[in-house]
Nanobody, 113 residues
């Protein structure tokens, strides 16, 4: 069972940037789909960005043009580059692989002045 550990969150001002990292304990080459999710109080966890094994990417509308998902198979790592951050991007960010059964601790992102 490959474990996924998120890192890179923090407090950032509006307009700032962060890069989230998801380190896997094993190979991610065979994962058909990986994604970054966001959870905020009172809301369901939502998919922010995803990437297939063939590097096809998709994003939720509110982050298109600002966030970029990528992965490095050689380093067994998934990334989320977040630019032009807004207060509404605040939340706990999780990475996961389909079928999204177990979840890690996530990493907290706070966008505030």
């Amino acid at each position: 069972q490959v474990q996924l550990v998120e890192s890179g969150g923090g407090l950032v001002q509006p307009g700032g940037s962060l890069r989230l990292t998801c380190a896997a304990s094993g190979s991610i080459v065979s994962f058909a789909y990986m994604g970054w999710f966001r959870q905020t109080p009172g809301k369901q966890r939502e998919l922010v960005a995803g990437i297939t094994s063939g590097a096809v990417k998709d994003y939720m509308d509110s982050v298109k043009g600002r966030f970029t998902i990528s992965k490095d198979n050689a380093k067994n790592t998934l990334y989320l580059q977040m630019n032009s951050l807004k207060p509404e991007d605040t939340g706990v960010y999780y990475c996961n692989k389909a079928p999204f059964t177990s979840w890690g601790q996530g990493t907290q992102v706070i966008v505030s002045s």
